[in-house]
């Protein structure tokens, strides 16, 4: 295929998809039945056409809307910023997206695309989801822990709301066993008019690929990965983009920066190397880079988390190369701790990211694994439900009016122990009471911010004049923990540089505080230039973000007539001069992330209390090689074998037993 070719490719029109073909039977479908499973192949069309079918055909008529969910917020932005082009409306009108902190929508959007997590946020305040006529959940296969309870909310609407249509919709889900979860039990007399469940199969038109494994088992995958991609580009002669799988922004950024050594070393005549990544954290223009062709005689390269595997389609891609491993959500009921871990990757995923290379021509995909390895995988990823801190999701159960968790209709039923801690934990937070109840205003306040269980504790607890009153200075730390996305930057040769500024404004006390700092000092100096922003090492978009998250959750204690007054503390200098505050700004983190707690050892790594699990300060913490006894985190991820956490702050041991509503026993 010449790059001509891959042009018209890339811009086939939306009647050449799979899909298209398949219309009128999708339409009638779903007309006729309250639950339509849509299984194809990623790329047929699914995301970006069933909305605009269901459009046309009057189910927005109204006024009523059309939500898809994605799990992944990328996912959603980008399908919607692709839907309102085909659409020729501007993002926002007719088509939107919302995802937490970022809502894209208006009074005429009629196409809305949002996060699972948002759309069961939403529940909160329609409980029937009333605006809209027809729900999609998208991507059902990843079993994220809100699509999950998405369907067994959907299922118990459904009852209420006949008229609903609930459409589920992935390239390699089980689609059986979703069918079955939604008729079992006594399914009302099946009416006349219309059927409860179907599944309609999109044969999506793919290529064969070619499978290669390593011989032997790979040290360095991140060194592999590169040297294979950069292999591929001078030993393949037709044109065609590679997609490589790693586990993580870092590992990403860091493979960028050897592919980018080797490819200025290849001739300046030949065909060029262009490497590009592809991860969450990046600003939206950056993400355009891997969506669009690559410039004249350049092979792209694009190296991306799991995002590529089936949320979103990279145009163009003829040679994967799959790391066999992805990042997970785990959740430890020994340690009572969240973690994101770099696990291998289950044999479904391995051979949807194989069947990226087939979409335009036969294709080539490098494991960077062996056989042997490929076969001992898991067949599937086990549900998120499954391996997660499930407090946040019992609190936004009880906040539903859903009291017996138990009972709730779950597709795969969370492990007893899990649901036993996620009690525990929302017990000594206070949201619930002795019978288990969601405690008023504590429980029903904290189910309501957009931030999780712990977070929300700390905004609540500072609201509260007579005990910490720190409220202002909370708001801006918890917008800083919560932006996905780097607060420092730096090019590359400017790690030093970087490190200087950071030390600028580093506070004793741990990491809290100098983000902090940070914020104070960009909102007085930085807000406007980011020149400042630069001269700092701090990202400027992530910076403006924070100050818009900070906004967002000053009106949602303001709607839950807690004012905020920020007047009293806007400066840097009024915070140093208070001893007294910085301390109530620590003892107020602590009510809520006192499950969270950890003493640091002689040899400077720190020891759970519980598990006696050995954790290592992160190297961007400014706790990293640094004195403390008893500190609190907010953020713990695992990393070859050794555990890290992220987010450090120093506290008194004292006040974990003051402050933990009994989590702590003396
Ligand atoms: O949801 P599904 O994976 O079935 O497909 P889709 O996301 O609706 O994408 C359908 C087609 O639109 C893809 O094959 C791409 O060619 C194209 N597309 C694109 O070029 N750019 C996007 N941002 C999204 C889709
Ligand atoms: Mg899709």
Redesign the pocket.
């Known amino acids: 295929m010449d790059t001509g070719e891959i042009l018209d490719?890339?811009q086939?029109p939306?009647a050449l998809?799979p899909?298209t073909q398949h219309r009128d039977s999708i339409l009638y479908t779903i007309e006729t039945t309250h639950v339509t499973i849509i299984v194809?192949?990623?790329?047929?069309?699914?995301?970006?056409?069933?909305p605009q079918f269901l459009e046309q055909a009057g189910w927005c008529n109204d006024g009523k809307v059309i939500a898809i969910t994605q799990p992944r917020r990328l996912a959603a932005t980008?399908?919607a910023?692709?839907?309102a082009s085909e659409m020729r409306t501007s993002l926002g009108d007719r088509v939107g997206y919302s995802i937490r902190f970022e809502d894209l929508t208006s009074a005429t959007t009629r196409i809305k695309f949002l996060t699972d997590g948002m759309l069961l946020r939403e529940a909160l305040v329609d409980p029937l989801l009333s605006r809209y006529s027809v729900v999609m959940v998208?991507?059902a296969h990843e079993r994220s822990l809100s699509s999950d309870v998405l369907l067994g909310l959907l299922k118990k609407i459904k009852k209420k709301r006949p008229e609903l249509r609930i459409i589920i919709?992935s390239?390699t889900l089980d689609a059986h066993q979703v069918a079955a979860f939604f008729e079992d039990e006594e399914a009302p007399v099946e009416s006349k008019t219309s059927k409860q469940c179907q599944i309609v199969k999109?044969d999506?038109r793919s290529y064969p690929v070619d499978v290669m494994y390593s011989t032997k088992p790979v040290e360095d995958y991140v060194e592999a990965a590169v040297n294979t991609a950069f292999d591929i580009h001078t030993s393949e002669r037709g044109l065609g983009d590679i997609l490589v799988f790693l586990a993580g922004r870092a590992e990403i950024d860091s493979a960028i920066q050897k592919l980018s050594e080797r490819a200025a070393t290849l001739p300046p005549n030949g065909l060029a190397l262009q490497p590009i990544p592809l991860y969450a954290g990046l600003t939206t223009a950056e993400q355009m880079y891997a969506?669009s062709p690559a410039a004249e005689r350049t092979r792209k390269c694009v190296i991306a988390t799991n995002i590529a595997e089936?949320?979103?389609?990279v145009?163009g891609i003829v040679y994967v190369i799959d790391c066999g491993f992805v990042k997970l959500r785990t959740y430890s009921p020994v340690t009572g701790i969240d973690a994101l871990t770099v696990a291998p990757v289950s044999q479904a995923s391995a051979t949807q990211r194989a069947g990226r290379a087939g979409?335009t021509q036969p294709g080539k995909c490098f494991r960077l694994y062996t056989r042997a390895a490929y076969s001992s995988l898991a067949a599937t990823t086990s549900p998120e439900i499954q391996r997660s801190n499930l407090a946040p999701l019992v609190l936004q159960l009880k906040a539903l009016g859903i009291d017996n968790v138990a009972r709730f209709p779950f597709l795969s039923p969370p492990p007893a122990q899990l649901m036993i801690r996620a009690m525990e934990l929302l017990f000594s937070l206070g949201a619930v009471d002795d019978y288990a109840k969601l405690t008023h205003p504590m429980g029903t306040r904290m189910a309501e911010l957009a931030v999780p269980p712990m977070m929300a504790k700390c905004l609540l607890a500072a609201s509260d004049p007579k005990h910490f009153d720190c409220q202002s200075e909370l708001l801006a730390i918890a917008a800083m923990t919560s932006i996905q996305g780097d607060v420092w930057f730096h090019h590359e040769g400017q790690k030093k540089a970087m490190e200087m500024s950071r030390r600028k404004f580093a506070a004793e006390e741990g990491d809290h505080l100098t983000l902090l700092n940070v914020y104070q000092a960009f909102v007085t100096k930085g807000k406007k230039e980011a020149q400042w922003s630069r001269n700092n090492h701090l990202n400027h978009k992530s910076m403006t973000r924070a100050v818009s998250i900070r906004a967002q959750l000053r009106r949602y204690l303001e709607r839950l007539g807690l004012p905020v007054d920020d007047a009293s503390t806007s400066t840097s200098t009024s915070r140093t001069s208070g001893a007294d505050k910085t301390r109530a700004i620590l003892k107020c983190l602590t009510t809520g992330f006192f499950s969270q707690a950890a003493r640091m050892q002689p040899d400077g790594t720190f020891k759970t209390f519980s598990g006696g699990v050995t954790l290592h300060a992160h190297p961007t913490s400014l706790m990293f090689n640094r004195k403390a006894d008893y500190v609190i985190f907010n953020e713990l991820l695992e990393s070859g074998d050794k555990v890290f956490i992220k987010n450090i702050s120093k506290i008194e041991k004292s006040w974990l037993l003051e402050l933990s509503g009994g989590y702590y026993k003396t």
Do not use: M
Not at 40 to 50: D, H, L, M, N, R
Not at 310 to 313: E, L
């Open positions: 490719f890339l086939k939306a998809l899909i194809g192949e990623t790329g047929s069309g699914k995301t970006t056409q069933i980008s399908v910023a692709r839907v998208d991507e919709s390239a999109i999506g969506f089936a949320s979103v389609t145009p979409r």
